[in-house]
């Protein structure tokens, strides 16, 4: 079966560090995803680990441990412009099979 | 212009009407995807295609019917459309790069009534 957890919402402070956890119950793995979305728009990309360990692209980083089947996303020196849904997917490719599946995704409201 | 294209992005329509939804690529992607995004689930694979003619069911396909005659085009058709079919419906297609990551369409948002 698939099963992909994260929070439903958080609240975090401009300026502050905020951390999403994500774990992960799937009968594939190839690598695990982030995604970011605003309201009314589409998930864009954000990091990509496949191997454990962090994974840093400016104010985001990325961690994977594959043992534990979890992942979190770490957002650091929060803009308001953070504010967005952020989507944990694994990815499950191999064979005739290739295919993304997303948790519910968790809300993120950044305040002054 | 290049990138991945949905038609319409926003359509009502009744209870038991046919309607397709549109997805265009210009990078000639092999991998496409349709999902759909609804409160409390996130987005749910409804189908995906591997090539021209391969389609497969993801996590929800009933209801559904896709078709893929050419790379560059993957249309969903709801043939019978139901009140809770009312969704926002993305197309991806799979970047060839190391990443494996998807591109996604602006979305359509459909209402059934």
């Known amino acids: 079966g698939q099963n992909i957890d994260q929070p439903t919402e958080m609240t975090a402070t401009e300026g502050a560090i905020v951390q999403i956890n994500c774990t992960y119950q799937t009968s594939g793995f190839n690598g695990l995803f982030w995604y970011q979305q605003h309201a009314g728009e589409a998930p864009t990309f954000l990091s990509y680990?496949?191997?454990?360990g962090l994974e840093e692209k400016g104010r985001f980083s990325s961690f994977l441990s594959r043992s534990k089947g979890y992942s979190y996303l770490l957002l650091k020196e929060l803009q308001m412009k953070d504010s967005a849904s952020y989507l944990c997917?694994?990815?499950?490719?191999?064979?005739?099979?290739?295919?993304?599946?997303f948790g519910t995704g968790t809300l993120l409201a950044v305040q002054p | 212009d290049a990138g991945i294209t949905q038609s319409p992005r926003y359509k009502i329509t009744e209870t038991g009407r046919q309607v397709t939804l549109m997805c265009h690529q210009t990078w000639s992607h092999s991998y496409m995807f349709w999902y759909r995004q609804d409160l409390g689930h996130g987005l749910r694979l409804i189908y995906y295609s591997a090539a021209a003619d391969i389609t497969d069911k993801g996590e929800v396909p009933d209801g559904y019917v896709v078709s893929r005659s050419k790379t560059e085009n993957f249309p969903l058709t709801l043939e019978s459309a139901t009140r809770s079919q009312t969704s926002v419906y993305f197309c991806?297609?799979?970047?060839?790069?190391?990443?494996?990551?998807?591109?996604f369409g602006e979305g359509s948002r459909l209402t059934v009534l």
């Open positions: 997917a694994v990815g499950n490719y191999g064979g005739a099979t290739n295919k993304l599946i």
């Open positions: 680990n496949v191997l454990d």
């Open positions: 991806a297609s799979l970047g060839g790069g190391p990443t494996g990551e998807l591109f």
